[in-house]
Structures are given as structure tokens and as C-alpha cells.
């Protein structure tokens, strides 16, 4: 491993000790900096473009960077496409997992974010069938993963299926239980339908 190489591998390392420790504001300075520093990097572009997530013109030309630097590594497109989902960038989002998607291999190892992904554009389509097929295939590969079960009981909801979302939720909650995004989630969930705790 050259010179280079080792220093991102550190910075990557003091990121990633950074979001553990809840320290937002110096993991967005440091990946900043080593952007700067090592301009060809696409894991530290990407990293910096979630990092900077809340000052979205940083963020998406961050995410477009990783993008360019990494055209065939489908890793580095499903996660930018899934910062555009969230930055609602639906097209640039659907380009990267089309061309995720064509490069990525049986054994892929973001395979179901790949599949939440194009299930979130999906929805945003209209195509409830395909959508549902993809959140429930990811969810049910990874259901450790929070957020693939907190969008899988909204899209549910917005069906007007809530017991189904409420079980769902469960689930994660279950795996996640001290997660508090799902917490809010499923108690806005039983307001909203006037479910009690006792049911599902």
C-alpha cells in the first residue's frame, strides 16, 4: 500500500471514530480537508458528501465527485445514489442505480441497499408493485438495517396498510431496540391510526 493510500485509510478510520462518537461538525471539517488533500479519492468524496448532507449544494457535488472518480464500482454508485434519494435528486439517483446495477455482480455486497434504492424511485413513480417487492426483499435480507425497515412501514402506511407497517416497525425495533428513529416513527404511527400499544 503507497504513501497515499495508508493516509486515507487513517482519515477513513478517524471518520468513521468520529460519527461513533457523534461529533458531526469535525468529521465534516476533517473529510473537507482530505478532499482537498487527496482530490482523487472516491471514498473520501462520497464520505464527505454524507457528511455535509445538511449544506446540500457541498453534499450533491461531493456525491458527483465519488461518482466520476469511481464510474464502474457499482459500491460507490448505489451509495450516492441512495445520498440523492435523500437529497430527493430522483433522476441522477435512478442514473446511478441503472449503472450500479448493470455492474454489479451475483454475490453484490450492497445488493439490498441496491434493491431499497431502486424500490424508494419506484415509489416515487407511482409503481407500487415493483416498490414493494424491492423494500420487502431488502428488508427481509437485512432487517438489522434500520432505515430499510422504517421506509418500508411509511411506504406501507402511505398504502393505508398500518397494521402491516406497525409490524414491520416492530420487527426492527426489535433487532434496533434503542434506535429512536424507529421509537418516533411508530408511536406518530399508533397516533395517527388510533392503534393502541396493545395491538400490532
Known amino acids: 500500500m503507497c504513501s497515499d493510500d495508508e493516509d486515507i485509510a487513517e482519515i477513513v478510520q478517524r471518520s468513521r471514530s468520529l460519527e461513533r462518537e457523534g461529533m458531526e461538525h469535525e468529521n465534516e471539517m476533517l473529510l473537507r480537508s482530505a478532499v482537498a488533500r487527496f482530490p482523487g479519492s472516491a471514498e473520501l468524496a462520497i464520505r464527505a458528501g454524507a ?9 450533491k457535488a461531493y456525491l458527483r465527485r465519488a461518482a466520476e472518480l469511481a464510474p464502474e464500482d457499482p459500491a460507490t454508485l448505489t451509495r450516492c445514489a441512495s445520498l440523492f434519494v435523500s437529497h430527493r435528486e430522483f433522476e441522477e439517483a435512478e442514473t446511478l442505480v441503472m449503472r450500479a446495477g448493470e455492474r454489479a455482480p451475483a454475490d453484490f455486497v450492497l445488493g439490498y441497499d441496491l434493491a431499497h434504492t431502486a424500490g424508494q ?80
Do not use: Q, Y
Request: proline share 7%; net charge negative; hydrophobic share 40%.
Open 121 to 200: 424511485l419506484a415509489a416515487v413513480k407511482g409503481k407500487n408493485e415493483l416498490a414493494e417487492r424491492m423494500l420487502v426483499g431488502a428488508f427481509e435480507g437485512r432487517p438489522d438495517v434500520p432505515h430499510f425497515g422504517r421506509e418500508l412501514a411509511l411506504f406501507l402506511e402511505s398504502l393505508g396498510r398500518p397494521v402491516e407497517a406497525l409490524a414491520v416497525l416492530s420487527e426492527a425495533l426489535r433487532l434496533n431496540p434503542g434506535d429512536e428513529h424507529l421509537r418516533e416513527v411508530r408511536r406518530e404511527m399508533l397516533e395517527a391510526w388510533k392503534i393502541g400499544e396493545g395491538d400490532p
Open 51 to 59: 457528511a455535509t448532507f445538511d449544506t446540500p449544494r457541498d453534499s
